[in-house]
């Protein structure tokens, strides 16, 4: 079994052999680079992954709020949008270019809605 969650392969072990696959970029991807200090005034928070009905929209709104933060969304949106001119929706992107998104980002967010899903992702 592949799965990609450790709650997953504590849970099945015992009985079948479990391969952990987890959602994550690979950090020795040529495109991963070391902290850039920001040439912008503003804090910039980001997520990268998709965006669906485990997210937490009212912590993006609370974010956002301050007009000095940017909140960077990349990934499949797949719930109602924020309309405010601090948060931008990426998108889709290829695998090659998260780390570039990442190192754009001051705060990297975990947005996600207390859950029993929050115990499966990784």
């Not at 960077?72 to 992107?93: M, Q, S, T």
Request: glycine letters at 4%; aromatic letters at 12%; one cysteine or more.
């Amino acid at each position: 079994m592949i799965v990609s969650a450790e709650t997953f392969v504590k849970r099945y072990e015992k009985e079948l052999p479990v391969f952990l696959v987890p959602n994550a970029f690979d950090k020795r991807d040529s495109q991963y680079m070391p902290y850039v200090q920001p040439t912008s005034k503003r804090r910039v928070y980001g997520y990268v992954g998709a965006i669906a009905e485990w997210f937490d929209n009212s912590a993006i709104n609370k974010i956002a709020e301050d007009e000095n933060n940017q909140v960077i969304l990349v990934g499949p949106c797949r719930i109602e949008k924020i309309r405010k001119e601090n948060i931008i929706y990426v998108g889709k992107v290829e695998k090659s270019e998260v780390a570039k998104h990442i190192k754009s980002f001051d705060i990297c967010l975990y947005p996600f809605k207390e859950s029993k899903l929050l115990d499966t992702i990784n």
